[in-house]
């Protein structure tokens, strides 16, 4: 499936390879990059991306940090570890790179009354007052209710995550850091902490707070991947999505596509495959000489299944067209067929590393 | 009543079933049945929601229901699909639908179904202009809070389906415009997101917070303790002067409001739990969302939420007398090491994929089913290619009626 790849991932201007805090050579297509934020339709499998992502950075003794915001937990169920808490762990040995050192993914589950508990203790020293706001539901209205502000909280924290720097004493500092993003239907509203949180607050320091994270966002140290199946609707959400984020000045970077389907017939016998032109007999044939004996039923399934698989192949690549006229650099990943284990997203963190994502 | 809707709106007790297999879900009788009213299509994102209620709404239509299909973000094709170019909070009728071949007693008219998309905002705006008199609806409408909380709060959007639900319903009841409303569910973050819409609603309106931020417009002054003292202060340092007096003026401005709000999402929540009520869980033969899936078995069940059963879409499709992986992938490496040129390996190699895949899915099927034995379930294959047309959405309607 390499060969079916798009070979051209290297289409990153120079600038974004400006220099990695680990000062290596090798960083792949996203070198300048410090926040990946990965999103997708649902379904396409955009949190096992950013996991592979993040494995895939983890090389050279770098430290990622993969980040979740969704409450969903699936880190944790992904690497097969405990329930994460509002805490940073290591949970995994990064993919090593061709010098044979690997690094190290730590995560964060981020939830936000936890990130506004933090946020006051960091900014300001509320004492009472802050114990006050719990007592009286303002963590609960301003985590639930209260418009933008929770997503304000959460990308805070992210922010926070990627411009650490050595005041915070005891906070490891990262490499890079992943962020399983919400859906592309929400992507836009989330990344745009600003546009919400300007109508409420026109100053003060939630202002002051969403525009410094803005301009993160809008760096180019920030890059928005999408990650896309090549069937229809997904394909037109990610068009969507790019269109809309670049409206709000968001940085697009990569489309990643998922699951793609195995590629064992040549162009030729996809297109008989469709048309009903294989030869019957042959496979028969065939079949007898490898010993099966299954008769006719077998043959005629074997045809059945080839035309399925050529004609889903036929949507795939239209789709796979549709994804080369947007424009981004593109990376594919195949299907698994066994599903989705920690070996599993060792390997596509491989495949992510051989097309050079990382 | 087929014994499978039977079963799932009176279920008695623990079912003392050893098979594995679940119970079919029989959606004709589902969609056949008078006392059925409302479905409510709900699950994760991406595992085909919305194509499934077009499609149940179809086929219900053309069995000889007057439906309505209210979705909720549906994707241009899936508008197109249905003859229609633009879906809006307004139902309009789905062109071009036909009574199938073989239908017994075939009316005179031809079937009708009506096909809608819901616009959050419109239908909070026409909640607050229905109950406040136009000045105070103004002022509110323009409130920086409302504008937020109406087109952008994450709840929004299942709440006002929630509200637009209950209009259909109060409508049709009256009018007698639909004797079916099939419902799209929003792409929440979680599956129960909109089951909760109304409690968190409610929660927010009778909140110590809304309460507080009411007090000063009230006045008591022994309310002013050094609690509150403290609380504004912590908010007025933390948000600005400025938000919390829009805040204050918002939610002065809504409190009248709130009691009809309240009420009505209790309504429909009641609605939800009637009889006419029916819950399909849909779900895609993938770990997240058969886990979603059996977490909203278990609420509903939790609510008294008449739950029908389970989809699981997407499925990979295996004759019965399959070859398996194994055996397919060694003979596939005994062709070719003899080197013969021909598409036979490929084939077999492709069958192994397939059967991987599907045996992985009914693992995961297995699973669900032992955890929630009496949930009748169908599965339905997926199609090799898109939805187009309405022929794509009477095959998507055929699979899921098991035929």
Known sequence: MASRAQGSTSRTPDSRRAESPAGSGDDGDWGGVRLHVVTGKGGTGKSTVAAALALALASHGRRVLLCEVEGRQGIARMFDVDPLPYAERRIATGLAGPDGRAGAVHALHIDAESALMDYLAMYYKLGRAGRALDRFGVVEFATTIAPGVRDVLLTGKVYEAVNRNSRNRGAVRYDAVVLDAPPTGRIVQFLDVNAEVAVLARMGPIKHQSDAVMELLRSPQTAVHLVTLLEEMPVQETADAIEELQAADLTVGAVVVNQVRPDELDDESLAAARSGGLDSDRIAADLTAAGLEHGETLVTDLLHEAHDHAERRAVEDEQRLRVAGLGRPTYELPRLATGIDLGGLYELAARLREEGMA | ??????????????????????????????????????????????????????????????????????????????????????????????????????????????????????????????????????????????????????????????????????????????????????????????????????????????????????????????????????????????????????????????????????????????????GGTAFLVIAAPEPDALREAAYFVERLDEDQMPLAGLVVNRATATSPEDLDAEEALAAAARLERKKSRTVTPGLLRLHADRMRLAEREARLRERFTAAHPEVPTVVVAALPTDVHDLDGLRQVGRLLAGS
């Not at chain 2, 000045?135 to 709060?153: C, D, G, R």
């Not at chain 2, 599956?191 to 968190?200: H, I, K, S, T, V």
């Not at chain 2, 309460?211 to 008591?220: C, D, F, V």
């Open chain 2, 1 to 274: 009543m087929s014994p499978a809707t039977d079963r799932s709106r009176h279920r008695v007790g623990p079912l003392a079933s050893t098979a594995r297999e679940a119970p079919m879900l029989d959606v004709d009788a589902l969609l056949d049945d008078p006392e059925t009213r409302i479905i409510v299509c709900c699950g994760s994102g991406g595992v085909g929601k919305t194509t499934t209620s077009a499609a149940l709404a179809l086929r219900a239509a053309e069995r000889g229901r007057h439906v309505v299909v209210l979705t909720i973000d549906p994707a241009r094709r899936l508008a197109q699909s249905m003859g229609i170019e633009q879906l809006d909070n307004t139902p309009r009728p789905v062109p071009d639908l036909t009574w199938p071949k073989g239908t017994r007693k075939r009316p005179t008219k031809a079937p009708r179904m009506d096909a809608m998309m819901l616009d959050m905002k419109r239908t909070f705006d026409e909640v607050v202009e229905s109950q406040a008199n136009p000045e105070k609806a103004q002022q509110i409408l323009e409130n920086p809070f409302y504008v937020a909380l109406s087109s952008s709060f994450a709840g929004t959007q299942e709440y006002m389906a929630m509200e637009k639900l209950g209009q259909i319903y109060r409508d049709a009841e009256r009018d007698g415009t639909y004797d079916l409303i099939v419902v799209d569910t929003p792409p929440s973050r979680s599956a129960l997101d909109f089951l909760d819409a109304p409690e968190r609603l409610s929660s927010f309106l009778d909140g110590r917070f809304i309460k507080l931020l009411l007090a000063p417009a009230r006045g008591p002054a022994r309310m002013m303790t050094m609690g509150l003292q403290l609380f504004t202060s912590a908010l007025t340092k933390i948000l600005g002067a400025q938000v919390l007096q829009d805040l204050q003026t918002f939610v002065a401005a809504v409190d009248t409001l709130f009691g009809g709000f309240r009420q009505r999402a209790q309504q429909t929540y009641q609605l939800l739990q009637t």
